[in-house]
C-alpha cells in the first residue's frame, strides 16, 4: 500500500518550452502533496505545499508563476515548469500525505528533468 | 524555521557491522522524525520513522532513537547487508498550520562492502 506514481519518469525539452509533471496516490487519497526539487548529491529542497482545492503555499525563494502547482483531486497533483532553461534541469520529486492525523509522506519514484 | 543537521555525510562498513547515523534538530516544537532510503536515480523510501512520545522504535535490523531534551535522533543499522548501500536521509517535522511539512537532514552515503 501507499503507493505514489509520478510521470514523466523522465522528460527532455528545448529552452522556453513548459513541461507538466504529474503525480497521483494510487492506493490512498492524499489531502496534501508536497513538490520537492533535488540536485546531484544534494538533499531534498521542498518548492510548495499543495492540499487539495485550495492555492499551493510556496516556499521562500521558489518563483510560484515559473512553477505552478495543480492539486484538483485528492489523488492528483501537478507541477508545470514555464518557459524552462536549462538552470531548472534537477530531480523533481512529489510526495503524498494521507489525511490527519497521520504525518508520514510517501514519495514518487521522481521525474528527471532536462532543459536543453 | 527548522534546520537539521546529518552525520557523518559518508560512512563506510563491512558487511555485517553496524553503521550508526545521527541527527540534530533545532526547533522544540518538532514531534515527527521519519527516515529515509534513497537509491540512485529513484525517490525516498520510508524506513523508519520515531515521534516524540516514544524514545526507541525497532524494526528488524533497523532501530531509531530520539532524546528530546538533546534534540537529536539516531538511526541504528545492524547486520548491515551491501543491499543497504544507498543515501539516508532524517527528517523532522512539526504539526499545526505546517500540513507536516518535512526538513531533512543533508543525507548520509551508506556504502557496506562484502
Known amino acids: 500500500g501507499a503507493v505514489v506514481s509520478q510521470h514523466p519518469s523522465w522528460v527532455i525539452c528545448k529552452s522556453g518550452t513548459s513541461v507538466k509533471i504529474e503525480c497521483r496516490s494510487l492506493?490512498?487519497?492524499?489531502?496534501?502533496m508536497f513538490w520537492y526539487r533535488q540536485f546531484p548529491k544534494q538533499s531534498l529542497m521542498l518548492m510548495a505545499t499543495?492540499?487539495?482545492?485550495?492555492?499551493?503555499?510556496?516556499e521562500q525563494g521558489v518563483e510560484k508563476d515559473k512553477f505552478l502547482i495543480n492539486h484538483a483531486s485528492l489523488t492528483l497533483s501537478t507541477l508545470t515548469v514555464t518557459s524552462a532553461h536549462p538552470e531548472d534541469s534537477s530531480f523533481y520529486i512529489c510526495?503524498?500525505?494521507?489525511?490527519?492525523?497521520?504525518?508520514?509522506?510517501?514519495f514518487g519514484p521522481g521525474t528527471r528533468l532536462t532543459v536543453l | 524555521g527548522e534546520n537539521v543537521e546529518q552525520h557523518p555525510s559518508t560512512l563506510s562498513v563491512q558487511e555485517g557491522d553496524s553503521a550508526v547515523i545521527k541527527c540534530t534538530y533545532s526547533?522544540?516544537?518538532?514531534?515527527?522524525f521519519p527516515w529515509y532510503k534513497q537509491e540512485l536515480g529513484k525517490g525516498p523510501q520510508l524506513i523508519i520513522d520515531?515521534?516524540?512520545?516514544?524514545g526507541e522504535k525497532k524494526d528488524q535490523r533497523i532501530a531509531v532513537t530520539l532524546n528530546k531534551t538533546a534534540k537529536h535522533f539516531s538511526l541504528h543499522i545492524t547486520e548491515t547487508q551491501p543491499e543497504d548501500s544507498a543515501v539516508y536521509f532524517c527528517?523532522?517535522?512539526?504539526?499545526?498550520?505546517?500540513?507536516?511539512?518535512?526538513?531533512f537532514g543533508q543525507g548520509t552515503i551508506l556504502t557496506v562492502h562484502p
Open positions: 526547533d522544540s516544537a518538532s514531534n515527527y
Open positions: 527528517a523532522a517535522s512539526k504539526g499545526g498550520t505546517s500540513y507536516g511539512k518535512l526538513t
Open positions: 499543495s492540499n487539495e482545492g485550495s492555492k499551493a503555499t510556496y
Open positions: 520515531i515521534r516524540s512520545n516514544v
Open positions: 510526495s503524498a500525505r494521507p489525511g490527519p492525523p497521520g504525518r508520514t509522506q510517501y
Open positions: 492506493d490512498f487519497q492524499a489531502t496534501t
